[in-house]
């Protein structure tokens, strides 16, 4: 069977993005003053990982990448050329490959960090940013299980505490269109909200890396991370999120039940390059107030595609962008923000709890589908499921779990 190659999910997020600014509070001073050079962090030397490289040098143009770490030194090297040739050398004792190199980035003289690693390892790596004192960016989703994201939360609020800034790569919250718009929602100008959808249906993400002789299954599956739950949620965590996380951001909370179905409709499980994850996923989620949302998500070829939002209300309908214009690229505008808010020259960000809620909106409702029964997000939030290995190696055996068919029992 032909597997297509993925397209960008950036193909469908170029005008999506950004987040909402808490108000002012006290800040940790770093180099980000104007005129004074930023030094920044990254793990995770993958696509989105150096793309957001990109995006801080954009932001300020006294950024200086100074430090980097991937699990594998072939991506770890490649962003350290790519840097080089935009004439930001970084020298080779500062390039930490393997599962354990981040701790020395967070050991490095850096003002924040960015993380961009697959979303399984997020919750352990943003815990120890937020000990080693570093400002965060963070991508989205920030976990792929119920107990990392209890980890992840507990360090958010540790953050807050500390008045560490925290911005996250769910960018519409920072794109003025989107901002105006949910500012207007909720200030009544469609009145009250009756319903909402999101939708984020498109092709396939495959990496598409064959085993090779002597690879080991960590390995493998890190180099196709996209295909196996534990380390990338499957594509309502991994995508799904940016649109579930502009309903709960107009909803003002998240949803207190899901009740969901979803599949496999394509993907031959011959095929290991397609790993353990679905293709689509359908769920009814209802709000604290009884309004209820239609997700849907799916990797379909060959089908028509919609990544979108729309909330109806008693006075009309907006599809959450509509009521605003302008505004600076969103993947930048995360990073001014971010400075500002480290420096306090503008609003003090934090959205560690606000993108591990709507992470944990699409698991929620992923694990709804998963074992076909409806979940209480009360209940759900105590439950013990666990899909990140411990003490995780570059050579231990890690056997792929059986694709998911309720009735079946997760935790």
């Known amino acids: 069977m032909e597997v297509k190659k993925a397209f960008s999910r950036r193909d469908f997020l170029k005008t999506a993005a950004l987040a909402t600014a808490a108000t002012a509070m006290p800040f940790v001073r770093t180099r980000a003053e104007e005129g004074e050079i930023v030094k920044v962090g990254l793990i995770g030397c993958g696509g989105r990982g150096t793309g957001a490289a990109q995006n801080a040098m954009e932001a300020n143009p006294n950024v200086r990448i100074i430090a980097v770490s991937d699990a594998f030194e072939d991506q770890a090297k490649r962003a350290q050329r790519g840097l080089r040739q935009r004439n930001m050398a970084i020298p080779d004792e500062m390039v930490f490959p393997g599962l354990d190199g981040y701790k020395k980035v967070l050991a ?5 960090v960015i993380l961009a690693t697959p979303p399984g390892w997020r919750p352990e790596h943003f815990e120890a940013a937020v000990n080693a004192k570093k400002h965060i960016f963070t991508e989205k989703p920030v976990g792929t299980d119920a107990v990392g994201i209890r980890r992840f939360i507990a360090a958010a609020k540790k953050s807050e505490e500390m008045k560490l800034s925290v911005t996250a790569g769910t960018q519409r919250r920072h794109e003025k269109p989107y901002i105006d718009t949910v500012k207007k929602i909720r200030d009544g100008a469609i009145g009250e909200v009756l319903s909402c959808r999101a939708y984020w249906c498109g092709g396939p993400v495959i990496h598409n ?21 534990w380390i990338c949620g499957d594509n309502i965590v991994e995508q799904h999120v940016h649109n579930l996380d502009i309903i709960n951001w107009i909803m003002g909370a998240h949803p207190v039940s899901a009740f969901a179905s979803g599949g496999r409709a394509w993907k031959p499980k011959e ?141």
């Open 108 to 112: 490095a003289d850096i003002d924040y």
């Open 209 to 229: 890396r064959q085993r090779t002789p002597g690879m080991t299954d960590m390995e493998f599956q890190l180099r196709n991370w996209y295909s196996f739950c």
């Open 271 to 411: 095929n290991e390059l397609l790993g353990n994850i679905w293709d689509n996923f359908s769920v009814d989620y209802v709000y604290p107030n009884g309004v209820h949302m239609l997700s849907m998500s799916r990797h379909w070829n060959g089908s028509d595609g919609d990544v979108s939002e729309y909330v109806v209300g008693t006075k009309g309908g907006s599809n959450c962008a509509d009521m605003g214009e302008g505004g600076a690229n969103p993947y930048v505008q995360e990073h001014i923000d971010l400075m500002n808010s480290m420096t306090g020259k503008g609003p003090y960000y934090n959205e560690g709890v606000q993108v591990a809620e709507s992470t944990m909106t699409a698991i929620f409702g992923r694990e709804s589908a998963y074992t076909g029964k409806k979940l209480n997000w009360d209940e759900f939030m105590k439950c013990g499921l666990e899909l990140v290995p411990k003490n995780p190696t570059m050579d231990m055996q890690l056997p792929v779990g059986p694709i998911p068919a309720p009735p079946n029992k997760r935790w």
